[in-house]
């Protein structure tokens, strides 16, 4: 079972890497952009047939590792 | 006393720490990450550099490793830990102590002497300084605009868990002499028991008047043994 994972900084921490990130789509007339965050990404796949197990344990390594909770969340989708 | 320093792959920092140690007489031994054991330790040294080329968040993997495990029970006997730079940001993973460190505001890495006040003087680690004493040490790090939540500053400043602040000459931490974005100008914390110490600027870097400006950092390594 393939899940994705996003992590991506807090509303309230400062993101300067995606704040430089967005000025620069917009000095290159990008004007319709409203904001931008930058994040991670991660592909996980699992070796369980039981979803809801599955879930748990990506959940478990994003608390665990992936994201630290204090200035960052996290999201986790079913890919396959 | 004897000390160990912690040395990880990437770590670029350990021997200099362990020079400062040995010539303030501590009987010193490096650690491998992977070694389950630690040697008999007063103070355990988590050194600076970019342990595992700070993949993922620095200090993350490293906070995983086999030798934090027993520097984590030694940290809970109440043995002294001092981190520094990459080893502050390892204790923050670790979750021995509290916050988190992000990019520098400017997104610039900085690497320069810079003037932090020393907050309180009746702890392990300070006591050969004077409180509110201006010292003179080198930051060199792209991760130390320290951050946590509103409750926890205040616990921070309302028990006097605020080891270090940047400064200016005269001793006036503002955002003019704020030189990476920490919440509150903070450069380094003490968890509450005070026996657990990480901060960016590197106190090894400033011991031997021959090769740095100053050695404002001796004080910290001899205030140990008091």
């Keep these: 079972m393939k899940f994705s994972v996003t992590v991506t900084l807090k509303k309230d ?51 665990k590792l992936l994201a630290n909770l204090i200035i960052e969340d996290f999201k986790v989708s079913k890919l396959s | ?35 389950s054991e630690l040697p008999k330790s007063d103070l355990i040294v988590i050194p600076g550099g970019f342990s595992y080329g700070d993949y993922l968040r620095s200090g993350a993997i490293a906070a995983k490793s086999n030798i934090i495990n027993e520097v984590i029970k030694a940290a809970d006997r109440g043995c002294l830990i001092l981190g520094v730079c990459n080893g502050f940001q390892i204790l923050i993973e670790t979750g021995l102590l509290e916050g988190a460190l992000l990019r520098n505001k400017n997104l610039k890495f900085l690497s320069k002497d810079v003037f932090i006040k020393v907050i309180k003087n009746d702890n392990r680690f300070c006591n050969r300084y004077k409180a509110e004493q201006v010292i003179k040490l080198n930051i060199a790090h792209n991760e130390g605009n320290y951050f946590t939540n509103p409750e926890h500053l205040k616990m921070l400043e309302d028990k006097n868990l605020i080891a270090f602040k940047y400064c200016n000459e005269k001793g006036e931490a503002n955002e003019n002499s704020n030189p990476n974005g920490s919440l509150n100008n903070i450069a380094g914390i003490f968890n509450e028991n005070k ?32």
Excluded at chain 2, 19 to 35: G, I
């Design chain 1, 13 to 63: 921490v400062l993101d300067p890497q995606g704040k430089v990130v967005q000025q620069t789509l917009q000095n290159m007339g990008m004007k319709t952009l409203k904001e931008l965050r930058q994040g991670k990404y991660f592909e996980i796949e699992i070796n369980e047939n039981d979803e809801n197990k599955a879930k748990d344990k990506v959940d478990e390594m994003c608390k």
């Design chain 2, 1 to 35: 006393m004897n000390s160990s320093v912690i040395v990880f792959p990437g770590s670029n920092c350990d021997r200099d720490i362990a020079a400062a140690l040995e010539k303030l007489q501590f009987k010193n031994k490096m650690v491998w990450h992977k070694d």
């Design chain 2, 195 to 226: 026996n657990i110490l990480g901060m960016m600027p590197h106190p090894e870097r400033m011991i031997e008047k021959s090769i740095s400006s100053n050695d404002d950092g001796i004080n910290l390594f001899s205030s140990l043994f008091n």
